[in-house]
């Protein structure tokens, strides 16, 4: 797997050589952490769905469920990195 080169240093602060490539990796950030609300928002409503109709067990039920977890867990990670 290759590694993301990193934009910012951490000397005293944040610097950054190039800008524009700075604002453009924060804006990806951003659109990814925007993207897993939307799609936990959407988890969310088919789960109540799924309850409803008593389907707590069923494959579909458990696949959401564990994708809303792993969401969850990304989200978190950006929240720890002051994305939110």
Do not use: P, W
């Amino acid at each position: 797997m290759k590694e993301m080169e990193r934009i910012t240093r951490t000397d005293d602060g944040y610097t950054v050589d190039n800008l524009e490539a700075a604002i453009a990796r924060l804006a990806a950030f951003e659109d990814a952490y925007f993207e897993l609300i939307e799609e936990q928002e959407q988890l969310a409503h088919e789960l109540d769905k799924l309850r409803s109709e008593g389907k707590e067990k069923s494959v579909k039920f458990r696949e959401c469920l564990g994708k809303k977890m792993m969401n969850l867990n990304a989200i978190m990670l950006f929240e720890r990195h002051g994305i939110k």
